[in-house]
């Protein structure tokens, strides 16, 4: 079972309108939590990055939340435009208690479409 | 700045094929990595160096190998290639394997592997 879950797989939506991005996660223990941007064809980019004592994070029209108590966290986008089509994936990092590393486990992502 | 770049963007090998995958990364950073993404699945991590002159199996090395030739560089290879080994290859730089640092990827390597 995926530890990092994200819903909905698919998302379309109208040019201007706003959206939110679910990711739903059983890692433990938690030590931050980020949110990637994937344009098709490309590299993920880092849009945002929370730790569990942070509840939200801006960077422009998108919004990110985190309620660690729950394990959930969204992506909000506003007002959106036609460059947001793109996947966006949830990545959550676990230190490892045997080998004192950190794991970063990742979604499988949101595919969002945004139409004219 | 050119951040990560890796190449070839395309390859296509016949089964039982070698190859490398090259990577390299300007942003001086210590950490670097290999993910493979396949349809449905998340990134899963290939191998990764913390530091120069280390490297560590990630969740999926088996078939794979890898060298951090200096701290710019970091290559996979593939020995025998196999089918199953058709996927989307990205390298990834970050200051250190830490949780407060950023991961940088690079543009993706497309792997088919007949």
């Known amino acids: 079972k995926n530890q990092v879950e994200q819903s909905p797989q698919s998302l379309i939506i109208l040019e201007g309108k706003n959206c939110t991005l679910q990711?739903?996660?059983?890692?433990?223990?938690?030590?931050?939590l980020r949110w990637y941007k994937q344009d098709t064809g490309r590299g993920p980019v880092s849009l945002t990055i929370?730790?569990?004592?942070?509840n939200t994070k801006s960077n422009g029209r998108y919004t990110a939340t985190l309620d660690a108590d729950t394990k959930q966290s969204s992506l909000h986008i506003t007002a959106s435009q036609l460059s947001d089509s793109a996947s966006y994936i949830c990545?959550?990092?676990?230190?490892?208690?045997?080998?004192?590393?950190?794991?970063?486990?990742f979604g499988t992502g949101t595919r969002l479409k945004v139409l004219a | 700045n050119a951040g990560v770049t890796q190449t070839p963007k395309f390859q296509v090998l016949k089964t039982g094929q070698s190859m490398t995958l090259q990577c390299a990364q300007d942003m001086n950073h210590n950490s670097m990595y290999w993910y493979r993404q396949d349809p449905g699945m998340g990134l899963r991590l290939i191998y990764y160096s913390a530091s120069e002159g280390t490297t560590d199996k990630g969740e999926v090395p088996n078939g794979y190998n890898v060298s951090r030739l200096n701290k710019r560089e970091f290559s996979l290879r593939l020995e025998s290639a196999a089918p199953s080994q058709t996927s989307v290859y990205f390298c990834?730089?970050?200051?250190?394997?830490?949780?407060?640092?950023?991961?940088?990827f690079g543009e993706g390597s497309w792997l088919t592997v007949v």
């Open positions: 990545v959550v990092s676990e230190l490892s208690s045997t080998s004192g590393t950190y794991k970063y486990i």
């Open positions: 990834a730089s970050s200051d250190w394997q830490g949780p407060g640092n950023t991961i940088y």
């Open positions: 929370m730790t569990f004592s942070e």
């Open positions: 990711c739903n996660y059983t890692v433990s223990p938690f030590s931050n």
